[in-house]
């Protein structure tokens, strides 16, 4: 079942937490929606859940209406499920009654599932590794164990959306890289529509099949994860996915020369809004450090810092000041002040 | 596989609903004819002469010397009560929460007894402890024969009652700043040379001396509160304070309650005054503080420790235990200077308490006001609360206003207010609830709602809105979202403010001293009777059935939140 968000605005006393999004998700999609804090993604999971309703706009869950600016369903109204960022198990009940909990209660259970509820509930907490575990409290329970409950909860009714809002933060780094394999096995088995709300660009890249990158209350971007890396469509999307430096130049058709240079780089690839304001957006990693012989961006290393695979280098353009990053995996040793050479 | 997609429901936002409207309008003023009414009468009547407005009676009040005498003596009894209250508890507080002394727990609860018992049984309870003839009399006399015992009925009296029974409120407070003042803080003193001495007045002190201030201002406005001490001990020895003042004018009631509105107001602006001076001081001494309370000890006593706590229990055996057990071996006294064999004990003043009409009647209505004004309070106190908490609006923070004014002004100007609005019928239904036990019924709700607000408001802001949420994602109904997630998760903190509703409720004196007749007599008001009708032995009987009740009561409370606790896995 598809869902339509259609020109949606939402305002907290004159601010636009979010500024006209429309979005179309196909069933059986995963998408994920990417930005940093304040930038209305957290908003607009609220909006598909039913927490809040829109300023104006228009969203769809199927062909139902569930939301415009006069008329709001409320989230038990909803075919819906929502995987918290604190995971809002309930403290009082076990991981049975937690998983429970939505069979019992949700209008639009299939009958199949009620009538074998406890089979369900014992085929879902095996599906997240929990068995054994169904009389514990949440308070007995790891973070780890937590979350999987959450998801279990989650997925109990086969809802016609899932959403989830940032539910690996508060997991540490490798658990969290384990808990992202699990979240896309579980999709892959489930083949439900999951909006997943993140900030961090690594899990959106791994697991979504459309990406939405949003900034201010804006989309700035929707596409797949190798389109959002590879081919940014704005500065902000360059910048905030893989942290592009933007190196500013002069177009000529499709080949680039960077100020103060006379290279030329290809630029069939790079769109639109960056030709028309004289940048070439490219990655850290993208970069090659020479000392000099060749022609490119002349800069100023500021700052080193080494990281093992990797050193990461700052400088200061030579012909703007304009600040850049660089991770270089050469072999070279380079101090701080040393003038070289950046090409691609 | 097939899912149901026929969707029924969803709600307007702009339009809402008629009933909800005329709900809230009616809920609007009952609080407002409840909470705030009787006040603005009290207020009305104060500033009336003749039907017009006028400050004569404050003049005529203000320039008494009589009156004068009331007020400079109110404020002399509170300042020096709260002095040594605040010495109590800080002294106190400062060994429980530092010291590696054994039996913390068990410590700490002796110290809060005070707390739970009403203050006019604890006052019996040292009337007969100081009494001429008493048992500590006859004890001290037996070793030194000319020995007198100090006159309890007296300033001093009153003073040393108030440091006794009030010190709680102090120690409590200032026990929770000096475990949240961060050990870093202390250490840095030490590593920059000052000794223990040194860093208590350099870093410690100054550093909870908001918290000081606060517990400063609660012993100083409960006292202003007061009414069971000062009536027991001062109005033999014609020492008059405003709560007694006014209590006196309402009581000999000669054609008008001018003179003593006029009065409750003076008492009221007293209150707020000192409220203010209290908390901009507090707020002058605010420091950062960690939020976390360290609980492990500080300081170790080595050899000495043995000693202090053997001080300290001797303290707390002499203060809190020593009176309630004079209290309870008069309770079975034959006639007081009868002596203290077992030839003058007896079970009669028990077996009196619970035959007598006056005293069963009390129990009977003060185990029904305690259950239903608790009823009642957790009832408005949770919807307010959760109000409050979740859908926060202009309104619903001026209703909480309302509700809390009548819990922090003196009980006895509530009685008063109360007598001025309710004594005539009712408007439109004729009907007079003054001078039957729903008039008690009425003072105590409007009295304690403000208690469970309290409560039940921590209970919400401990419940994290997502649990709601994913009850309602999960497909709850409204009613199965309270039912199933949000009552069990208040529960502990709503009931714990039930408990100290109940407690209230269950011992009442002052308000009720203002507000009982013949049928509707409550415990504090039976044992306020007895005793100053002069039948000791069987107030003292009374006052030991409710503590026994009252621990009771405590201790059940106790296990079935451990066993709670328990339930859901917290430390």
Known sequence: MSTEIRNIVMDFNGFKALNDISLKIQDGEFIAILGPSGCGKTTLLRLLAGFNHPTAGEIKIGDQVVANKDYVLPPNERFISMVFQSYALWPHMSVRKNVEFPIKNSKFVSQEIRANCDQRVQELIGMVGLTGMEKRLPAQLSGGQRQRVALARALAVNPDLLLMDEPLSNLDTELRVEMRQEIKALHQKTRVTVVYVTHDQSEALALADRIVVMNHGQIEQVGTPQEIYGHPETPFVAKFVGRSNLIAGTWEGDVFTPAGSAAKWDGSQVAPVFRQSGHYPVKPEHLKVVRSGADGVRAKIYEIEYQGVEVRMMLHGCADQEVLEVRYRGTETYQVGDEVVLTL | ?571
């Open chain 2, 1 to 571: 596989m097939e899912k149901h997609t026929t969707r029924l429901g969803g709600r307007r936002i702009s339009a809402r609903s008629l009933p909800l409207y005329i709900l809230v309008i009616f809920g609007l003023l009952a609080v407002f004819g409840l909470f705030f009414l009787p006040l603005w009468k009290l207020v009305e009547v104060a500033f009336q002469e003749e039907g017009r407005l006028s400050l004569g009676i404050f003049q005529e009040q203000l320039t008494d010397t009589k009156t004068l005498k009331v007020i400079w003596d109110t404020i002399y009894i509170n300042i020096l009560s709260s002095f040594f209250a605040t010495v109590i508890g800080v002294v106190m507080a400062y060994f429980v929460a530092y010291a590696d002394i054994r039996g913390k727990k068990l410590i700490h609860y002796a110290l809060l007894l005070p707390l739970i018992i009403p203050g006019y049984i604890i006052t019996l309870a040292w009337m007969q402890f100081f009494a001429k003839s008493g048992f500590v009399a006859s004890l001290v006399q037996s070793v030194f024969p000319d020995a007198v015992m100090p006159n309890i009925y007296s300033y001093w009296g009153i003073i040393f009652v108030f440091s006794v029974t009030k010190y709680p409120l102090i120690y409590t407070l200032t026990l929770s700043t000096f475990r949240k003042i961060s050990t870093d803080m202390e250490l840095a003193a030490a590593i920059s040379g000052c000794n223990k001495i040194k860093t208590f007045f350099k870093v410690t002190l100054p550093m909870s001396l908001s918290g000081v201030a606060n517990g400063l201002l609660l012993v100083f406005i409960s006292c202003l509160d007061n009414f069971g001490t000062v009536a027991f001990l001062g109005i033999p020895a014609r020492i008059t304070v405003l709560s007694t003042d006014i209590y006196q004018s309402i009581i000999s009631f000669t054609g008008g309650f001018g003179e003593a509105a006029a009065k409750s107001v003076i008492l009221g602006v007293i209150g707020v005054l000192s409220s203010l001076i209290l908390w901009r001081v507090a707020k002058m001494f605010q420091t950062m503080q960690t939020d976390l309370e360290d609980m492990s000890p500080r300081f170790f006593l080595g050899r000495k420790k043995i000693l202090v706590e053997i001080l300290m229990w001797l303290a707390i055996f002499i203060i809190n235990f020593v009176p309630m057990l004079t209290l309870i071996v008069t309770g079975f006294m034959k006639g007081i200077g009868g002596g203290y064999g077992l030839d003058n004990m007896t079970l009669d003043n028990f077996i009196f308490v619970f035959s007598n009409d006056k005293s069963f009647n009390a129990i009977k209505n003060s185990i029904f006001l305690a259950f239903s004004t608790a009823l009642i309070c957790v009832v408005l106190g949770t919807i307010v609360a959760y109000l409050m908490v979740r859908r926060p609006s202009v309104l619903i923070r001026v209703v909480e206003s309302i509700i809390s004014v009548p819990y922090s002004i003196p009980g006895i100007i509530l009685g008063l207010a109360l007598i001025l609005t309710w004594a005539s019928p009712l408007p439109i239904i004729h009907v007079t609830i003054y001078a039957t036990v729903f008039m008690l019924l009425v003072s105590y709700v409007v009295r304690f709602t403000s208690l469970q607000i309290r409560n039940s408001t921590t209970g919400v802001l401990q419940t994290d809105i997502s649990m709601e949420e994913a009850a309602e994602i999960c497909g709850a109904t409204a009613f199965k979202k309270w039912t199933s997630v949000i009552i069990p998760l208040i529960f502990p903190a709503t009931v714990s403010g039930m408990g100290l509703v109940f407690l209230n409720a269950l011992t009442e004196l002052t308000t009720s001293s203002l507000l009982w007749s013949a049928g509707s007599e409550t415990l504090g008001v039976v044992i306020y009777n007895y005793t100053s009708a002069g039948y000791t032995t069987s107030a003292c009987a009374l006052s030991t059935v409710v503590c026994i009740t009252i621990l009771l009561l405590v201790l059940l409370y106790k296990g079935v939140s451990a066993l709670l606790r328990r339930r859901i896995g917290e430390e």
